[in-house]
């Protein structure tokens, strides 16, 4: 009984080994990198427009959609 969990055992560990051995080197997806997530404009004059620009890296190989922004 104790052989027939060992030869499962092997069998298993083979398999996942050729399964992990038939997956590509990089899985294709999307990966956004928002290095700089807040930004403070300090004291402004309510009146007078501010802006930033947020820069967002995609290192990922598929294309990265941005769906929704919000302001906080």
Do not use: Q, W
């Not at 069998?11 to 990198?33: K, Q, S, T, Y």
Request: aromatic share 6%.
């Amino acid at each position: 009984m104790h052989m027939k969990r060992i030869s499962m055992l092997v069998m298993a560990c083979a398999f996942a080994c050729c399964l992990g051995a038939a997956l590509p080197d990089e899985i294709p997806a999307a990966a956004p990198v928002v290095p700089e997530r807040v930004y403070d404009f300090g004291e402004v004059i309510e009146t007078v427009p501010v802006e930033h620009d947020f820069i967002i890296k995609n290192p990922g190989t598929e294309t990265l959609h941005i769906t929704e922004a919000r302001p906080s």
